[in-house]
Every structure is written in structure tokens, then in C-alpha cells.
């Protein structure tokens, strides 16, 4: 079910070897900040309730000031939990699948928007990853980054797993590639 | 001039109009370019129980108003000087 999704038109022979997402660190970023934006209107209105009293009987006993602050508090934390749900599916459909022939990246970059790359294991030149940072470092994750024979230059994934292994792993599907086909980079 | 509060019902309706297509088209993008397993059926449950949540809590809010009242802007404008 996964290949007939994520590879329409798969080659003869190819198998998916790994999917690769990126960490859950990076959404655990997202969580934070969106909780950080639900809950400082709670702070403000707690701390007026507190110190300007006067206000907040304006805010909230006056008919008009009343209703807007009521429509405008359902719409925002309405746009709050929506936009939080895009942004875990931002997350959740940026993909990398490698193949035994083919690497391909899908990234959803916001609504309507969404980039497919597709690269021969066989025009594959070098493969590096890199761990930059303290959290990076306890927790594993990093950078993959793929430079290839074409005008496209490189491919790079953040926020992945291991980056060290999958490095490895892809170097060892290039050479298999490379050794099957006699060193022929358009394979 | 006097303005009915409804009218500031049906711009917040329109307003959530609006955040729920964005919702739509995101669930739209999830079933076009995802693929269905546990996880992702969780969370759109999660999101939909979410939604009709904050939908109950703002009809509970905002059934008590009149909406057919109306208010006089330039006495609003001179209520909101402080001199």
C-alpha cells in the first residue's frame, strides 16, 4: 500500500528499502510554540483580571467590547487549532523514500504546495550527514545531504534519525548501483 | 447611525467560514498525499473532536447575546475617549 502511494510509477525490481520522516523533535518544536499562542491570551486576561481591574469590567461587562472580545476569542483559537493541524500535516507528508534504484523526496511546503524530487542511485557522487547542535546531538538527528552528477547540485533532509546511519545506508545502495551497472552514472 | 450586532455575527461567521476550508483543504492534502494508517486516523479524529469542542464552547458563549440590538456608533466612539 505504502510503494502504490508514495511511488506511482515504480521501476522494474524497485523495493522500497526505508521511509524516512523527520524527527519527532521538530514537531515537538511546533507543539511548544502553538501552545505558547493558545495559552498567553489566558496570561494576559489573568494578569489584567489582576492588576486592572477596571479593564477587564470593560472588556467583559460592557455589551459591545464584550461581543468582540467572544467572536474574536472563538476565531482565534479556531485558527489556532486548524493552523496546528497544518502543521502536522506539513510534517507528516514530508517524506524521503529510498529505493534500491531511487531516492525520492516529497515535501509539503504549506497548502497547495508541494515539491517532488526524484534521483537515481546511479548519479549519486558523495553522501554526508551532520549533527550540529546540543539537542541534535542528544537526541540523533541531523542532516542528510546528498551531492549529485546533475545541475541539481544536492538534496539535503533535515531533522533526520541518525543521520550517520542513513548516510551509510544510501552509500551502500550507491555502490550496489553503481557495481551492477559497470560504473555507468545514467543508470 | 445605528448598526446591528448581527452583522458582527455574520463577518465571525464568515471568519470561521474561511479557518474551516483552510481545515478542509489540509485533511484534503493528508488523504490525497498521505496514506491512511493509525496514527493519521487518530489525529484527524483528534482534530475533528477539537473543532466541534471549540465550536460547543463558542455557541455556549455567544447564544445569550441579542444579536437583533443595535448600538450607535458615535456614542461607541465617545464612550472609548477617556478625557
Not at chain 1, 115 to 141: H, N, P
Not at chain 2, 14 to 39: E, K
Given at each position: 500500500?505504502?510503494?502504490?502511494?508514495?511511488?506511482?510509477?515504480?521501476?522494474?525490481?524497485?523495493?522500497?528499502?526505508?521511509?524516512?520522516?523527520?524527527?519527532?523533535?521538530?514537531?515537538?518544536?511546533?507543539?511548544?510554540?502553538?501552545?505558547?499562542?493558545?495559552?498567553?491570551?489566558?496570561?494576559?486576561?489573568?494578569?489584567?483580571?489582576?492588576?486592572?481591574?477596571?479593564?477587564?469590567?470593560?472588556l467583559?461587562?460592557?455589551?459591545?467590547?464584550?461581543?468582540?472580545?467572544?467572536?474574536?476569542?472563538?476565531?482565534?483559537?479556531?485558527?489556532?487549532?486548524?493552523?496546528?493541524?497544518?502543521?502536522?500535516?506539513?510534517h507528516?507528508?514530508?517524506?524521503?523514500?529510498?529505493?534500491?534504484?531511487r531516492?525520492?523526496?516529497?515535501?509539503?511546503?504549506?497548502?497547495?504546495?508541494?515539491?517532488?524530487?526524484?534521483?537515481?542511485?546511479?548519479?549519486?557522487?558523495?553522501?554526508?550527514?551532520?549533527?550540529?547542535?546540543?539537542?541534535?546531538?542528544?537526541l540523533?538527528?541531523?542532516?542528510?545531504?546528498?551531492?549529485?552528477?546533475?545541475?541539481?547540485?544536492?538534496?539535503?533532509?533535515?531533522?533526520?534519525?541518525?543521520?550517520?546511519?542513513?548516510?551509510?545506508?544510501?552509500?551502500?545502495?550507491?555502490?550496489?548501483?553503481?557495481?551492477?551497472?559497470?560504473?555507468?552514472?545514467?543508470a | 447611525?445605528?448598526?446591528?450586532?448581527?452583522?458582527?455575527?455574520?463577518?465571525?461567521?464568515?471568519?470561521?467560514?474561511?479557518?474551516?476550508?483552510?481545515?478542509?483543504?489540509?485533511?484534503?492534502?493528508?488523504?490525497?498525499?498521505?496514506?491512511?494508517?493509525?496514527?493519521?486516523?487518530?489525529?484527524?479524529?483528534?482534530?475533528?473532536?477539537?473543532?466541534?469542542?471549540?465550536?460547543?464552547l463558542?455557541?455556549?458563549?455567544?447564544?445569550?447575546?441579542?444579536?437583533?440590538q443595535?448600538?450607535?456608533?458615535?456614542?461607541?466612539?465617545?464612550?472609548?475617549?477617556?478625557?
Amino acid at each position: 500500500m505504502l510503494m502504490g502511494k508514495l511511488l506511482s510509477s515504480p521501476l522494474p525490481g524497485e523495493q522500497a528499502i526505508f521511509v524516512l520522516r523527520q524527527h519527532w523533535y521538530r514537531f515537538f518544536k511546533v507543539v511548544v510554540r502553538y501552545f505558547l499562542v493558545a495559552v498567553i491570551p489566558f496570561a494576559v486576561l489573568w494578569l489584567m483580571g489582576r492588576y486592572y481591574p477596571v479593564l477587564w469590567d470593560k472588556l467583559f461587562n460592557d455589551g459591545l467590547l464584550e461581543i468582540f472580545v467572544k467572536l474574536l476569542g472563538s476565531l482565534y483559537y479556531l485558527g489556532v487549532w486548524v493552523f496546528f493541524w497544518d502543521a502536522w500535516v506539513d510534517h507528516y507528508l514530508d517524506v524521503w523514500v529510498v529505493t534500491n534504484l531511487r531516492i525520492f523526496t516529497y515535501e509539503q511546503r504549506g497548502l497547495f504546495n508541494r515539491e517532488t524530487s526524484e534521483l537515481r542511485l546511479g548519479r549519486v557522487q558523495d553522501v554526508s550527514a551532520k549533527i550540529r547542535g546540543l539537542a541534535a546531538t542528544i537526541l540523533d538527528y541531523g542532516t542528510v545531504i546528498i551531492q549529485t552528477a546533475g545541475a541539481e547540485g544536492y538534496f539535503s533532509f533535515d531533522y533526520v534519525s541518525r543521520p550517520h546511519q542513513v548516510a551509510e545506508k544510501i552509500m551502500k545502495l550507491v555502490d550496489e548501483v553503481k557495481r551492477h551497472d559497470g560504473g555507468n552514472v545514467e543508470a | 447611525m445605528l448598526i446591528p450586532y448581527f452583522i458582527f455575527l455574520a463577518i465571525y461567521l464568515i471568519g470561521v467560514f474561511i479557518v474551516l476550508l483552510f481545515g478542509l483543504s489540509s485533511l484534503w492534502h493528508l488523504l490525497r498525499y498521505g496514506f491512511l494508517s493509525l496514527g493519521t486516523v487518530v489525529y484527524t479524529f483528534i482534530m475533528i473532536v477539537g473543532t466541534v469542542l471549540i465550536f460547543f464552547l463558542s455557541y455556549q458563549v455567544l447564544w445569550p447575546i441579542d444579536w437583533w440590538q443595535s448600538f450607535d456608533v458615535l456614542e461607541f466612539i465617545i464612550s472609548l475617549n477617556p478625557f
